[in-house]
């Protein structure tokens, strides 16, 4: 069960478009569509912004969008916004019927 | 409104025990697999336990394996963690989570505020 790798930090200025990797294996990321993304921001706890790859909440501003390409998984930031600097997570279910989250990325907005 | 309130939480020696409870409203308990999420101070999220609606499956991440039980009772809408054998490296916040799909285990669509978990000697 390790941790699913993304890049520590994602940085880019306001109204720019970034996207955060997530890469895994064929026993999770690349094995099933339940891959997930979730927003965190300090001290407090996550929100889910993408379920499913590419789904997304009711709630969630359409300037987030999830896909996967065999075993990665990216999340796409466009119109950057200052509220979008924060700790991002990806997650995914495994072939163990367990689950497993991303090292995590922070994302500064210049 | 879904809520999640955690309890249980405390200063614990390594080798000791540790029961949380989370209470849960604004949602019908019995329908959802419910999680327990832990994250260490500065650090990213990690999975714990996950119990299906009845109670009759359960999984564990590798780390609290044999050591961790996950309960729940549907007519107190309560989740449970029983931790036994704490290490050190089991110190984090513990958040009790709600499965957001029909699904056994899809995303978590809601989080509650989390308790924390020390332990040290």
């Known amino acids: 069960q390790s941790a699913l790798t993304q890049p520590a930090s994602v940085s880019g200025s306001p109204g720019q478009s970034i996207t955060i990797s997530c890469t895994g294996t064929?026993?999770?990321?690349?094995?099933?569509?339940?891959v997930s993304w979730y927003q965190q921001h300090p001290g407090k706890a996550p929100k889910v912004m993408i379920y499913?790859?590419?789904n997304r909440p009711s709630g969630v501003s359409y300037r987030f969008s999830g896909s996967k390409s065999g075993n990665t998984a990216s999340l796409t930031i466009s119109g950057l916004q200052p509220e979008d600097e924060a700790d991002y997570y990806c997650?995914?279910?495994?072939?163990?019927?367990?689950?497993?989250f991303g090292t995590g990325t922070k994302v500064t907005v210049l | 409104e879904v809520q999640l309130v955690e309890s249980g939480g405390a200063v614990v020696q390594p080798g000791g025990s540790l029961r949380l409870s989370c209470a849960v409203s604004?949602?019908?308990?019995?329908?959802?697999?419910m999680h327990w999420v832990r994250q260490a101070p500065g650090k990213g999220p990690e999975w714990v336990s996950l119990?299906?609606?009845?109670?009759?499956?359960?999984d564990y991440a590798d780390s609290v394996k044999g050591r961790f039980t996950i309960s729940r009772d549907n007519s107190k809408s309560s989740l449970y963690l029983q931790m036994n054998s704490l290490r050190t490296e089991d110190t984090a916040f513990y958040y009790c989570?709600?499965?957001?799909?029909?699904?056994?285990?899809?995303?978590?669509?809601?989080w509650g505020q989390g308790t924390l978990v020390s332990v040290s000697s």
């Open positions: 119990i299906n609606w009845d109670g009759r499956n359960t």
């Open positions: 064929s026993r999770d990321v690349g094995g099933y569509n339940y």
């Open positions: 499913e790859v590419s």
């Open positions: 989570a709600k499965e957001g799909s029909d699904y056994y285990f899809d995303y978590i669509d809601s």
């Open positions: 604004g949602f019908t308990f019995d329908d959802y697999t």
């Open positions: 997650s995914s279910y495994t072939t163990s019927a367990t689950g497993v």
